[in-house]
T-cell receptor
């Protein structure tokens, strides 16, 4: 049981490039979410999903896309990277609502 | 809208000393309250949570937290810290069910010998 996995661990992008951050969980959780963590700002919700085929926006969705074709996977796509998207990105999952979330180890993204 | 305030950005404690990390929340009804810990280079791990009932909740790693409605607080405590407790601690508030969590900005804990 690997829990929540994220790839890559670290990525450097140039402004304007696109990429996909991968997130997978093997706990059969319905709820999955993406957060970004910035110094002094805590965790902010980007997008979330309450089940396969269902996604919605969080607090800071601009510049990011998500899809949820399976229960296990919830990729986050950066369409055209900007320096303001330099951050640490965490994926999380939970079985019911938002009550107990399991977090992945994070992806550190640097946009030059 | 719900909000969480962690007034201490950074706290330094000697190993073996007691610890209290502060968390104040703003929410109209009875909140769901959480403390998460993030060790360096790791994701967040749930320490404890409060939904209802006994206002003193026990968590993992010897931590406890007390819900005080009159003070809108949910402070985290540990009687004797260990060097391995050095980490960043996040308080979060939610309404349960389909309501999303709001996280505080975190408190970084440093342990000195």
């Amino acid at each position: 049981n690997a829990g929540v996995t994220q790839t890559p661990k670290f990525q450097v992008l140039k402004t304007g490039q696109s990429m996909t951050l991968q997130c997978a969980q093997d706990m059969n959780h319905e709820y999955m979410s993406w957060y970004r963590q910035d110094p002094g700002m805590g965790l902010r919700l980007i997008h979330y999903s309450v089940g396969a085929g269902i996604t919605d926006q969080g607090e800071v969705p601009n510049g990011y896309n998500v899809s949820r074709s399976t229960t296990e996977d919830f990729p986050l796509r950066l369409l055209s990277a900007a320096p303001s998207q330099t951050s640490v990105y965490f994926c999380a999952s939970s079985s019911q609502g938002w009550e107990t979330q399991y977090f992945g180890p994070g992806t550190r993204l640097l946009v030059l | 809208a719900q909000s969480v305030t962690q007034p201490d950005i950074h706290i330094t404690v000697s190993e073996g000393a007691s610890l209290e990390l502060r968390c104040n929340y703003s929410y109209g009804a009875t909140p769901y309250l959480f403390w998460y810990v993030q060790s360096p280079g790791q994701g967040l791990q749930l320490l404890l949570k409060y939904f209802s009932g006994d206002t003193l909740v026990q968590g993992i790693k010897g931590f406890e937290a007390e819900f005080k409605r009159s003070q809108s607080s949910f402070n985290l405590r540990k009687p004797s810290v260990h060097w391995s407790d050095a980490a960043e601690y996040f308080c979060a508030v939610g309404a349960g069910g389909n309501e999303k969590l709001t996280f505080g900005t975190g408190t970084r804990l440093t342990i000195i010998p």
